[in-house]
């Protein structure tokens, strides 16, 4: 039904920077609150930032300052500017949108593939 499609992830030395994007397509009648997870490997995967319909960010303590959430609702795209990047920012990072359907009357969550970021020197 819907599909998010990310790119952007890569290797960067500590204090630089990466723009990851994520890309809903399908039969999406709305997208409200999308957002960026990051998870590596033996912990669970945590919220990093989100932003709803209207624009107004939310982001976890550890990022504030250095990453910025935004969007194009007419595109139904999300962007995640990470800037002065650390070795603990290191995790695979999936897209995430909270969509209502055409072909389903009813808010649910949808994920992307997951893009790989690497902070190291």
């Known amino acids: 039904q819907v599909q998010l499609v990310e790119s952007g992830g890569g290797l960067v030395q500590p204090g630089g920077s990466l723009r990851l994007s994520c890309a809903a397509s399908?039969?999406?009648?709305?997208?409200?609150?999308m957002g960026w997870y990051r998870q590596v490997p033996g912990k669970q995967r945590e919220l990093v930032a989100s932003?709803?319909?209207?624009?107004?960010?939310n982001y976890v303590d550890s990022v504030k300052g250095r990453f910025t959430i935004s969007r194009d609702s007419g595109k139904n795209t999300v962007w995640l500017q990470m800037n002065s990047l650390k070795p603990e920012d290191t995790a695979v990072y999936y897209c995430?949108?909270?969509?209502?359907?055409?072909?389903?009357?009813?808010?649910?969550?949808?994920w992307g593939q997951g893009t790989q970021v690497t902070v190291s020197s």
């Open positions: 995430n949108a909270a969509v209502v359907s055409t072909l389903g009357g009813y808010l649910r969550a949808y």
């Open positions: 399908g039969r999406i009648f709305r997208v409200n609150t």
């Open positions: 932003i709803a319909s209207g624009g107004t960010p």
